[in-house]
Every structure is written in C-alpha cells, then in structure tokens.
C-alpha cells in the first residue's frame, strides 16, 4: 500500500500542479456548463488531441465517474476487502494510480483524495487485524458461550414452540441479565450505592383497623376445637382473676361480718397480700356489696351488705376515700390489733398474685 | 480526537445538570488556604466536610460524576477559599470511613467520581441485589477491550443482537438500549462514544470511559472469558499483556494530592 502511495506523492503530484492552477478559470467555466454528475458521454473530442486533453469535458467526467465508482467500491464492500485473503484494496490503490495519471483539475483531484482517505482507512482497519491476528477474539462465538452461561435453553429440533423472546432457538430465563451482572459485577470496584436504611417518609396512612379485627376472627374458628381443653391449664386474664377474687373475698365478709376492717384485710404474714386484699375489698365497695363505716372508737369497721339493700345503695349515700398503708403502718396494726393469722387465706394458686 | 472527546463529554454533562458558576472558580493558593482556616472554627469546617460528603454520597446514587463549579455553587459556598482543604478531608473521610476513593478523573474540567478502594471477594455473597444493567456494560466493556481498546459501534451492536438485544427495540429489561448505551453509560463515565471521521455514514466507535478505567479489572474481564471459552487467559498474549501492566496514565491522582 505505502509503495503506491509513494509514488504518486512524488512523481505526478509536481507536474500536476502549474496546469492545475492554469486551468482554474476553464473549470469554472466547465462547472456551469455542466448539468450534473453524471455518466454521459460528452460531445468532446478525443483524447488524441493532446493540447485540448486538458478541458475536454467528456474525458473529464470519464475520469470522475471511474472514480466515484472506485469509491463505492470501495464502501460497498468494505467487508470483502477487509478479508486478509485478498489483494483487492492493493488493486483498487493500483487503478487509482492509473487514472490519477489523467488527472488534469482541482475537481477530479479531491475525488482522488477523498479515495486516498477511504483506502487508508481501510488499510488502517485490516492492518489492526493483523496485530490481533494471535490473539483472535470471535465476539460471536462469545455471544455463543454467554447465551449458554446465561441459562438458554436450547429448544430441541423440531420444536414447534417459539417463545418470546427465543428469536432463532432457544429460550432465555427470566434472570438471565442477573446472572451475568452478578458474574460481572465481580470484576468491578463500583462504589456501593447510598441508600437510607428505613427507606424513606412512607405518607400513606397506616391500613385500616379494620383488617386486623377480621384477621382475628378468622383463626378462632379454626383454634375453637382446642379452646376448652386450654382452657383448664390456660391462665385467666387478670380482669377475671380479680372477679374471683373479689367474690371469694365476700364470701369471708359475709362468713365474719361485721368486722374491723384492718383485721379483715391485714395478713401478717404477707404485706403484698395485705395489699392486695384491700385492693379487692375495694372493689366490693364499689359496687356497694360491702360498706364501710367507723364504730365508737372511729375505728373502720366493715359489714356486706344485704341483698335486698343493694338496690337501694344509690347515688346519694356514696361517698369516696383513699385508703393507703405502709409497711410501718402495717407492722404497727399487726402488734396493736395482736394479729396472728391471716382471716382471708391466701388463694391457691400461687401465679396470680404473684 | 481528544479534545472533541471533553467537548462531547461536556455537552452531554451540561445538558442534564445546572449552569455554569457565574463567578469562575480558580484555586486558591496554599496561603489563601491558610488564612480562610484561621477565620474558620474547627467545627464549621467539619461541618461543611461533611455536607460535601454527604452531596457526593447523592450524587453516586446515580453514577453521574460531579463538577467543581456544582461543587462550589451548591455547597462549598463562601468557603471556596478553603476549598482545597475541604478537599483533602473529604477525600480523607472517604477513605477511612467508607472505604471509598474520590479521583478527578478530568482534570480540565475539574469532575470526581467515587470508586470503591477494595476488592469484591471471590467467595463473598452477594449483598445486594444485582443490576442487569451492569451484565450489558460488561458484554460492551470486554468485546472493546478483547478487541484491543476500539471497536466500531456496528460490531457493538450486532454482538447485542445476538443475545437477543436489540439496539431498534425495546428491550424487556433494558428499555431504550440505544440511549442506555451512548447516552447514560457514557455521561456516567463507563463507555466513550466517538465519532469516526470520514465515515458515511456517520460511524461512531466505543472506546472505555475514564471511570471504567478506574473501575474495571481487566485481569478479571480475561479470567471470565477463560471460564467461557474453556481456555487459559494467558492464551490471549495480547490482552493479558495489556490487563497485567500497571497502568500509570488511566490512574490519576486524588484530589488531595493537587
């Protein structure tokens, strides 16, 4: 290729040049003259006539004709002169030679040009083939492989199926790309992405609570099979365990009535239960089942009451006090009322009150 | 060749973020530096540390590499004067605190990216979901660097083809490959998308971006395509020539370092 080049650089480029500008004023006037690029055969005269060569019209396009077509040619099958088993690109360099021999002005020599720069282009691109020529890398064949990393399946001849995606054979899954970014992501030292943990702001309203209550009555019709056998071991709620309570201590009331109130609910034994036994107690007055009152000595004093008084209790006769008491409190009750054993025993199970 | 590679990189960076800083930011030199801390508390200049840490941190979300002059207008505000200082801590926390490295990776125009200081480890489980379009920009990054650096986009595209991607379709995972192609891989950094003079028609070649320099094993890129082809990467002489030398002029400096 650089043979070629060379010689045209050197030799017919000087003589070229004085006729060149010599004839720049007929070109123009030959430009107007003329209709289009085309290839017709202009009514000129031969190319016997030396002196007239220079300004002939029909040998003029003759001449960029050739050359466009030597240009296409060139473009058109870029890939078959790429091919490093053929000589056509070192051909086509040989023809243009030739005919850069006739070229006689500015406007055939740019077509020349415009080859020269198409050509070595070209050159350039298969001499980068060369360089590779040990190191082949055929991205088909690679393509081949990542389709079979990727997971294709390949469809079995004559299948009829075509799935989407499956162009020619084959489908690929639906993580395919997944799989090769993991692959890939390997290779890269990508600076992980910033992100806020909890995500962000979520402005819509939290779900109805609705939907929770329907959830709930939905599994107890499947556990109510289970239900009375749990029942028996199951621990009450405290809601109901206070109730009991309440009620075994107004069965004392009623076995030992009326009494001090302090001898009712101390247990010496426990300052916890003591406690706790006012605590109930109070329940009973509260729902007017028990009163209270202070006797001579203005000492509290407890009585239940009866069952036909109930009704009677009413609005007008209520009357509230905090009842408090301290461990010291306790243990001075205890030595002056000479308590020794709890009235209320204790409840059997233990895990209640505790 | 390389000048209209900045200016295209420009033109594309320019069209998705703000304008241009009106006033023009020059350095400040190492005494201006000194004389702006003295006026400042520790604390402030902590503080303003971390904003720029912080606006880093967002940007990365995306990929897409951050400007001085954003820099500057956005947060560095009236303390460009100790502009370099902040730099420098910024690039510092990066690196003990997350492990992170900032480079300017276009000293003219003066834009950092965030890459990562470690290695991913070969057993290592993976942590997050991966992103498919990472796989894509891989296909692209090897076929380019398999075929010595340079390839003409028509190659690029009919290797897509193949693996049933194409550039005219919309794809089921990728959408718009085209534009995810030469348009965000490119403004990210990854992939370069030139233009081939003398070409009609108009041809464009893919060259590796600055960030996928920066980024990408080619060491690693050659051992995967050993376990696809089922041959020894050092059989390709060539490119593990080229992914074994230490590359001096696809490192540039940190920041901290100008």
């Known amino acids: 290729i650089s043979d070629s080049c060379m010689r045209r650089?050197?030799?017919?480029?000087?003589?070229?040049?004085?006729?060149?500008?010599?004839?720049?004023?007929?070109?123009?006037?030959?430009?107007?003259?003329?209709?289009?690029?085309?290839?017709?055969?202009?009514?000129g005269l031969g190319p016997a006539d030396m002196p007239e060569e220079d300004n002939d019209p029909g040998l003029r396009r003759e001449i960029r004709s050739k050359y466009r077509d030597l240009i296409n040619s060139v473009q058109q099958n870029r890939e078959d002169m790429l091919s490093p088993s053929n000589n056509k690109l070192h051909e086509v360099l040989e023809e243009a030679n030739k005919l850069f021999r006739d070229v006689r002005q500015a406007r055939e020599a740019a077509l020349d040009a415009q080859l020269l720069v198409?050509?070595?282009d070209l050159g350039?691109?298969?001499?980068?083939?060369?360089?590779?020529?040990?190191?082949?890398?055929?991205p088909s064949a690679f393509a081949e492989h990542l389709l079979s990393f990727m997971g294709l399946n390949r469809l079995e001849e004559g299948d009829e199926e075509q799935q989407h995606g499956g162009g020619v054979d084959g489908y690929l899954p639906q993580d395919a790309w997944h799989r090769v970014a993991e692959r890939a992501e390997r290779c890269f030292r990508t600076a992980p992405c910033f992100h806020y943990m909890m995500g962000s702001f979520h402005a819509e309203p939290p779900p109805p609570k609705q939907r929770i209550e329907r959830q709930r009555k939905a599994p107890s019709k499947e556990v109510k099979r289970i239900m009375p056998t749990q029942l028996k071991k199951m621990e009450e709620s405290q809601q109901e365990a206070t109730e009991k309570e309440v009620e075994r201590i107004l069965g004392y009331l009623r076995a030992t009535s009326p009494i001090s109130y302090y001898e009712f609910v101390i247990d010496p034994k426990s300052f916890s239960r003591t406690v706790e036994n006012i605590f109930h107690t109070s329940f009973l007055i509260?729902?007017?089942?028990?009163?209270?009152?202070?006797?001579?000595?203005?000492l509290p004093c407890i009585a239940p009451v009866e069952e036909g008084e109930v009704e009677n209790g009413g609005l007008s006769s209520r009357k509230q006090c905090i009842i408090s008491i301290s461990l010291?409190?306790?243990r001075e009750l205890i030595d002056a009322l000479d308590i020794s054993e709890p009235l209320i025993h204790p409840p059997t199970s233990q895990s209640v009150s505790q | 060749m390389v000048v209209m590679l900045f200016d295209e990189g420009r033109s594309e960076t320019l069209m998705g973020e703000e304008e241009d800083d009106d006033i023009p930011f020059t350095q400040p030199s190492t005494?201006?530096?000194?004389?702006g801390l003295e006026k400042l508390t520790p604390a402030q200049v902590d503080q303003k540390t971390a904003e720029v840490v912080q606006y880093f941190l967002m940007k990365d979300q995306k990929k897409i590499p951050v400007r001085r002059a954003d820099l500057v207008k956005h947060v560095v505000?009236?303390?460009?004067?100790?502009?370099?200082?902040?730099?420098?801590r910024t690039a510092r926390t990066f690196e003990q605190v997350f492990g992170l490295k900032l480079v300017e990776i276009d000293f003219k125009n003066h834009v950092y990216i965030l890459i990562n200081k470690l290695e991913t480890l070969e057993g290592a489980p993976v942590r997050s979901p991966s992103n498919p379009k990472m796989g894509l920009l891989f296909v692209i990054l090897s076929v380019i660097f398999m075929k010595g650096g340079a390839v003409k986009e028509t190659l690029v595209w009919n290797t897509l083809k193949k693996l049933r991607v194409d550039p005219g379709e919309k794809h089921e995972e990728f959408g718009d490959v085209k534009r995810l192609v030469t348009d965000e891989f490119v403004r990210q950094r990854y992939l370069e998308y030139v233009r081939i003079p003398h070409t009609e028609p108009l041809e464009h070649e893919f060259r590796w971006g600055q960030r996928a320099e920066l980024e990408v094993s080619k060491i690693k890129i050659l051992e995967f395509m050993g376990e696809l082809h089922d041959r020894d990467p050092q059989s390709w002489s060539q490119q593990y020539k080229e992914a074994t030398t230490p590359s001096s002029s696809s490192q540039p400096s940190t920041s901290s370092q100008r």
Request: net charge neutral; charged share 35%; no cysteine.
């Open chain 1, 328 to 330: 010291r409190s306790w």
């Open chain 2, 77 to 88: 505000k009236e303390y460009r004067n100790i502009y370099p200082e902040i730099m420098k």
């Open chain 2, 31 to 35: 005494s201006q530096v000194q004389k």
């Open chain 1, 118 to 120: 198409v050509a070595t």
């Open chain 1, 9 to 43: 650089a050197r030799g017919d480029g000087a003589e070229e040049s004085p006729r060149q500008n010599g004839t720049a004023g007929r070109r123009r006037g030959e430009q107007r003259a003329d209709s289009g690029d085309g290839d017709d055969a202009g009514g």
């Open chain 1, 124 to 138: 350039k691109e298969k001499a980068s083939q060369l360089f590779v020529e040990g190191n082949a890398f055929d």
């Open chain 1, 286 to 298: 509260r729902d007017g089942l028990a009163r209270m009152y202070l006797d001579e000595s203005k």
